[in-house]
């Protein structure tokens, strides 16, 4: 397919609740989506940046800055596939979550134009999902109990609580003696250092899932150190950000288990990859998430339907996220979640929700005066 014009698309999302993890509290999205039109038809893509670098480095507004520069250029005006759009970003060094957006929207166009699903595209399974919910760290342990038994009484049977030291014994414990039965896993999203080690390892009488990031992306010598001594499952969300990475990870006996996230990684397509290297492997991997819109959560639903996805996704029901969210919302079902079927990412972007949402819309096009040329980006509404 030729793409002809790309719009990067921004609208700032509240939260129905804040959300508080071990590196700060966010109130909203500062939500980027990527919006093609190709010969073929349209895609949406979402990127998954925050608004702040502290999950990772990427945030919103550097997310932006490389699109228009070198990421939307390099596609602008050429003939590709779904699958090229990574090598012809290449050039770009890290930026995954923007390549992400950008890749997800042309295969949405790809898929669209040939009436093929995601799901199917990538070679999913299942007709719904398995999900839990991502509790964040609350002011007081009773809140948060009172918060994870509302969501146990909506019908989630997983739940990940937000840790942090000194968050992290006691409110597991309330938790614990609230839910008894309730499967329970924790991330740390880096939030420990070396000292923390005989803490950490206390968390076993727990019985846990798994303990997902404890320490620092980097540290995959201190992660396989505590993996040794825990009965509980260490599982990586930062430290894998590709298909190599996951491996050496494994290798190093650093984590049992694998978050993969599609922005951390830099795509839905270097998501299968990893996936598929740990099926390979009879290691387990779950879908991450990172408070995506209906945009980012179809790709989510998509990717968590192939088979090697084990343990339940972090992805909730839009109502957990969004007052409105700006596709149809993903509604919970027991504890599934549906996967589309439509073609591409099988959802439908609500124009009119955007422009409530006071979304800002900048485009660029093909020149069709100038062999090749192209127009730089200007706001568009
Ligand atoms: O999308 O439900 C969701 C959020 C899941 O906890 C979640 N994501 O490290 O796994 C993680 C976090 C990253 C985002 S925290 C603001
Ligand atoms: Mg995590």
Redesign the pocket.
């Known amino acids: 397919m030729r793409i002809e014009e790309v719009s990067l698309v921004r609208v700032a999302m509240p939260l129905v609740r804040p959300?508080r993890?071990s590196f700060g509290v966010?109130e909203a999205r500062d939500v980027l989506l990527l919006h093609v039109v190709a010969d073929v038809g349209e895609g949406w893509g979402e990127c998954a940046a925050?608004a702040e670098p502290f999950?990772n480095e990427e945030f919103t507004e550097s997310a932006a800055l490389v699109l228009e520069r070198w990421l939307v250029p390099a596609v602008l005006g050429v003939e590709l596939t779904a699958a090229e759009v990574a090598a012809r970003c290449g050039q770009v060094k890290g930026y995954r979550a923007a390549k992400a957006g950008l890749e997800m929207a042309v295969l949405d166009a790809e898929l669209r134009a040939t009436g093929v699903s995601l799901a199917s595209h990538l070679g999913g399974e299942r007709a719904a999902i398995d999900v839990g919910?991502?509790v964040g760290i609350t002011p007081t342990i009773d809140e948060l109990v009172a918060q994870v038994d509302g969501y146990v009484a909506d019908g989630y049977r997983r739940v990940?609580l937000?840790i942090m030291p000194g968050w992290d014994v006691e409110p597991l414990r309330a938790v614990r003696a609230a839910q008894p039965r309730l499967a329970l896993q924790v991330?740390a999203?880096a939030g420990y250092r070396a000292e923390h080690a005989d803490l950490l390892a206390t968390l076993d009488e727990f019985d846990l899932l798994m303990i997902?990031?404890p320490y620092e992306p980097d540290e995959l010598q201190l992660h396989a150190q505590l993996a040794a001594r825990m009965q509980t499952p260490i599982c990586l969300?930062?430290s894998i950000l590709s298909t190599l990475h996951a491996g050496t990870a494994l290798d190093q006996g650093a984590c049992s288990i694998v978050?993969i996230?599609v922005g951390r990684v830099g795509g839905v397509l270097e998501a299968q990859r990893i996936h598929d290297a740990c099926r390979e492997r009879g290691v387990p991997v779950w879908c991450?998430?990172?408070?995506?819109t209906g945009v980012g959560r179809a790709a989510n639903v998509a990717l968590a339907s192939l088979p090697g996805f084990t343990f339940p996704a972090?992805?909730?029901a839009s109502e957990?996220?969004w007052r409105r969210d700006i596709t149809e919302p993903f509604v919970l079902s027991g504890s599934t979640i549906a996967v589309p079927t439509f073609p591409g990412l099988g959802v439908t972007v609500d124009r009119g929700a955007l422009a409530d949402l006071g979304a800002t819309v900048r485009t660029s096009t093909i020149d069709g005066r100038t062999p090749g040329g192209t127009r730089p980006f200007q706001e568009t509404r």
Do not use: A, W
């Open positions: 959300f993890t966010q925050h999950y919910v991502s990940k937000k991330d999203n997902e990031q969300d930062e978050n996230k991450g998430g990172m408070l995506e972090d992805i909730s957990r996220y």
